[in-house]
Nanobody
Framework: QLQASGGGLVQEGGSLRLSCTVS????GIWARRWYRQAPGKERE???????????DYADSVKGRFTISRDIARKTVYLQMKSLEPEDTAVYYC?????????WGQGTQVTVSS
């Protein structure tokens, strides 16, 4: 139900915008979130946007990444700037709802130095 897109290969210092669109409907959303998982590492939280529009970020991306949403388009975005090789990972979108978690399939982001 969650389709993530926008990943790719980018040089250090570059930018990408990830999108995650809901197909169908997901009710009772409390938060829209992005996570990432680098090779050999555990999945980590990156950013969140809650129902009132408030946002929060992991320290490692604060000031470089921006999460936003378009409720009418049922889409959440992650604008990533000043990318670093350490940002290389598979990025997953997540919807935290009153009924449980929904996960997208992931989109690969590779940052070359």
């Amino acid at each position: 139900q969650l389709q993530a897109s926008g990943g790719g290969l980018v040089q250090e210092g570059g930018s990408l915008r990830l999108s995650c669109t809901v197909s169908g409907s997901i009710n009772g959303i409390w938060a829209r979130r992005w996570y990432r998982q680098a090779p050999g590492k555990e999945r980590e939280w990156v950013a969140s946007i809650i129902t009132n529009g408030s946002t929060d970020y992991a320290d490692s991306v604060k000031g470089r990444f921006t999460i936003s949403r378009d409720i009418a388009r049922k889409t959440v975005y992650l604008q990533m700037k000043s990318l670093e090789p350490e940002d290389t990972a598979v990025y997953y979108c997540n919807m935290l709802t009153k009924y449980g978690d929904y996960w997208g399939q992931g989109t690969q982001v590779t940052v070359s130095s």
